[in-house]
């Protein structure tokens, strides 16, 4: 089931948000939990099993944490649940390719491949989930006070598929005591409904330009850079689209999860970049992966080796192909070579618009990889990037004046957070217009999954 | 604290236009498109014992959003209870044609597919085996009755455009055996249980489709979304519309129906030793094999294509290399393109879409008919 769906808009919202008010507060936690299971059923309900045996452990393996006398006990449990949770992540996610990289090198059939097929946000939820053991075995947060509370925490659906990562301690509070005001409910529904706009209007949009073009066989200069552009802004009002929506159920039920996107495209450095871009794997990233590993506080060298590693594993989070793991290299060479330059980055010379568009067009290059389905297809592509010898086919005016309405909207708009709530009778009639015409431009023409639900 | 005014009448005007779309949702009409298909039991067959009768249009009249081009037609659909097209009596018998959409008969009547007509010329009951894409190999060997009650000749005739490595193992699908050995339940409880919730999970989409594609709203939006998104977006980039006898036809670029690719892209090695080991299997439990391709219309009207198309086209066509590498494996191969060219006026294909007319599955099934006579007569 995805939000921008019928069966979610009118049938699975009103009814859960309708029995949530109904019920005294004591049991809204086990309702969400069990209308959070529903809502996974619709999508994955084979793998629901894998989802709750997650929960069970990790609520087991935190009270466990908590309780243990000794560190080497708690290190004993914060092992096992690591280990579960990579484990779990691993199999579905990489069994495939490692077993198919270790078949073609071999050369061989001996080593069978394993072709299996992937849970639903199964890389969101092991990485809420294991946070959760990692705050209670640094003191950061207190163990839930009920399964059903964790599962709620951890199932929650409007961030199960796709996230924002929410660290327990976000949401401890609101487990155990949360009010929904008129107010709250109305700025949660107008985040929701910006977030469907940007998915079915802006996004989809995006995507009905780009796919043909990444359909071309022998792409022109013109055509690559028109794909790349739009994709870039395809995936950003997907995702960022996506984390509205996510943030604006939230408030609707009293959660506020934290922003993921902040105007990524307006970032000046690459380090800026990935303050601003999908922010929650971020921060999970940095606090769970940089930082232990010594973060910037061993010497500028190991400081750079940090960020390529922390990068790649960020890359290889997003999928189990040599792609995303270019990808983050890509970034992560970026991010180390900017720290390495410091004051000598002739970038910092520039007025900060120019470094906005030279960002820009370096993360653009970079989605390459994300869209094209294997490494020779992104060679391919950077090829004609590069190549402004050969202009190939015609790009009809639409796809360029799209490309140039998004850029206006990711460069200069407010975005979702920034604009302040006005609720005026302008701003609610353009909302409540935005709704009426995402609902029928996504009956109309079936939208394409969120983008993120792959990973 | 009191609520502010704005967000209040915000929640009104939102929680009214919310009303009128669910309203609007509620008022039924015809499914549509062809519905049935959306009905999927697995991802190999559709809902068992299902009839089901209603307008339909072609594909690509439907993704095209040209309402001249689309020509809707009353049909029916009946599946039996394995989730098959066949009618009474052809769920298995002694011929069994395996295939893709063309052999289930897409946008046609249940009277007028291809093993109906093979059926007629015959004068015995044929088995249509039509499943998703080219998985028809893959269900048939899962299937029991392929081991326990072997047909005498097995048809494997896939879309051209489906002629690619065929996949034989069970790693890369979900529930073919559940699909196919229903009769005979699963020993293992564990496939047992995930498959009865798969089956919840099938009707779960399936009632949700069936809500969506009724609605008053859905039709409503496409219409809206007809004028504005494809004024925006331009046509599909697959769909051409090409004239054959002085009227319009949709069909896809060559390159769609990968008529451009060349033996490298299209996996030649792969593909010929796939349709080779599913030959020895077949032939292992005791049938008889023959492998006849259903030309795209790429291949019969490939003259009626702009100039600019063609360019592009593979040569050799990638058909002609399988069929020489099958042959020279001693694989029996039946070419219909011979026959459908001669025939080819009026036109073979429906107008709005991918899959054969009536007219077409007739030629095919009579020239596979032809086929099937010469192999028994071999056997003989």
């Given at each position: 089931m995805l939000f921008y769906e019928y069966s979610f808009i009118f049938l699975f919202l009103p009814a859960t948000l309708t029995v949530h008010f109904l019920l005294p507060a004591s049991a809204r936690n086990g309702w969400l939990f069990l209308t959070s299971c529903v809502f996974y059923s619709a999508s994955s309900l084979a793998f629901l099993p894998i989802l709750l045996l997650s929960v069970a452990l990790d609520y087991l393996l935190g009270r466990s944490i908590h309780q243990a006398a000794s560190l080497r006990a708690r290190k004993a449990w914060l092992c096992a649940s690591v280990a579960l949770n990579l484990g779990l992540l691993g199999f579905f996610k990489y069994a495939g390719l490692i077993t198919r990289t270790l078949s073609d090198l071999t050369g061989s059939s001996v080593i069978p491949v394993l072709d299996v097929p992937l849970p639903v946000g199964i890389s969101f939820y092991t990485f809420q989930s294991m946070s959760y053991t990692i705050d209670i075995f640094r003191g950061q947060a207190s163990p839930a006070r009920s399964l059903v509370d964790f599962g709620a925490f951890v199932t929650l659906f409007p961030q199960l598929i796709a996230g924002p990562i929410v660290r327990y301690d976000q949401m401890d509070r609101e487990l155990r005591d949360r009010r929904v005001s008129v107010d709250g409910f109305a700025e949660g529904a107008r985040f929701f409904v910006l977030g469907l706009a940007k998915k079915i209007l802006l996004a989809d949009s995006a995507a009905a330009l780009a796919d043909p073009l990444f359909a071309l066989q022998e792409p022109g200069f013109c055509a690559a850079w028109a794909s790349v552009l739009l994709y870039s802004f395809q995936i950003y009002f997907d995702f960022s689209g996506y984390s509205d929506m996510a943030v604006g159920l939230g408030k609707m039920i009293g959660f506020e999860f934290p922003q993921n996107f902040n105007s990524p495209y307006k970032a000046t450095s690459f380090s800026d970049f990935w303050k601003r871009w999908h922010m929650t794997l971020s921060r999970w990233l940095r606090d769970n992966l940089y930082v232990p590993l010594g973060g910037n506080r061993q010497g500028p060298v190991r400081t750079q080796w940090n960020l390529l590693l922390t990068m790649l594993l960020g890359g290889l989070w997003h999928g189990a192909s040599w792609n995303y793991l270019v990808w983050g290299a890509y970034h992560g060479g970026l991010l180390a070579l900017e720290r390495a330059l410091g004051t000598r980055n002739v970038l910092l010379r520039l007025p900060c618009p120019a470094r906005a568009v030279i960002v820009f067009v370096c993360v653009s290059v970079g989605w390459v990889f994300f869209r094209c389905g294997d490494l020779a297809h992104s060679v391919v592509w950077l090829g004609a990037l590069l190549s402004p010898g050969t202009l190939g086919a015609s790009i009809s005016w639409n796809t360029w004046v799209t490309c140039i309405l998004l850029l206006g909207i990711v460069w200069l708009m407010k975005n979702s957070w920034e604009w302040?709530?006005?609720?005026?009778w302008p701003e609610n009639a353009l909302v409540t217009c935005g709704f009426i015409a995402s609902v029928v431009v996504a009956l109309g023409k079936g939208s394409s999954p969120f983008l993120y639900f792959q990973f | 604290m009191a609520p502010s005014r704005g967000k209040t009448s915000f929640l009104w005007v939102l929680g009214i236009a919310w009303a009128v779309l669910f309203a609007l949702s509620w008022i039924s009409r015809s499914p549509f498109f062809r519905h049935w298909e959306l009905l999927r039991e697995g991802i190999v067959a559709f809902r068992p014992l299902t009839q089901l009768e209603m307008p339909a249009c072609g594909d690509l009249g439907r993704n095209s959003h040209i309402s001249e081009l689309q020509y809707w037609r009353r049909l029916r659909f009946t599946t039996d209870e394995l989730g098959f097209r066949n009618l009474e009596g052809a769920s298995w018998s002694r011929f069994v044609v395996v295939g893709d959409s063309f052999v289930v008969g897409s946008g046609i009547d249940d009277s007028e597919t291809i093993p109906v007509v093979l059926s007629r010329v015959l004068g015995e009951p044929v088995t249509n085996?039509?499943?998703?894409?080219?998985?028809g190999p893959l269900a048939y060997l899962a299937d029991t009755r392929s081991r326990e009650l072997p047909p005498g000749v097995v048809v494997w005739a896939p879309a051209y455009r489906v002629v690619e490595p065929v996949p034989l193992g069970t790693a890369s699908v979900k529930k073919p055996c559940e699909t196919t050995e229903r009769g005979a339940p699963s020993q293992n409880p564990f496939s047992r249980w995930i498959g009865s919730w798969g089956s919840v999970g099938e009707e779960i989409t399936a009632w949700k489709m069936l809500i969506e594609e009724r609605s008053t709203l859905t039709c409503l939006a496409r219409s809206m979304f007809h004028e504005v998104y494809w004024w925006f977006?331009?046509?599909?980039?697959?769909i051409r519309a090409i004239e054959v006898d002085g009227l319009p036809a949709l069909v896809l670029t060559l390159e769609a129906q990968g008529l451009s690719a060349g033996p490298e892209a299209r996996r030649l090695q792969e593909t010929v030793e796939g349709i080779e080991q599913f030959k020895r299997s077949v032939s292992a439990r005791g049938s008889r094999f023959v492998f006849a391709p259903i030309p795209d219309v790429g291949t019969i009207?490939?003259?009626?294509?702009?100039e600019s198309d063609r360019g592009g086209l593979a040569s050799p066509p990638f058909i002609e290399l399988v069929f020489r590498a099958l042959v020279s494996r001693g694989v029996a191969c039946v070419d219909l393109r011979p026959a459908l060219r001669e025939s080819r006026l009026p036109y073979l294909y429906l107008r709005d879409d991918t899959h054969l007319s009536p007219r077409g599955a007739e030629q095919v099934g009579r020239a596979l008919a032809g086929a099937v006579r010469t192999v028994l007569a071999s056997e003989r």
């Open positions: 302040k709530a006005r609720f005026g | 085996y039509g499943c998703v894409a080219g998985l977006a331009g046509r599909p980039w697959e009207y490939e003259d009626h294509y702009p």
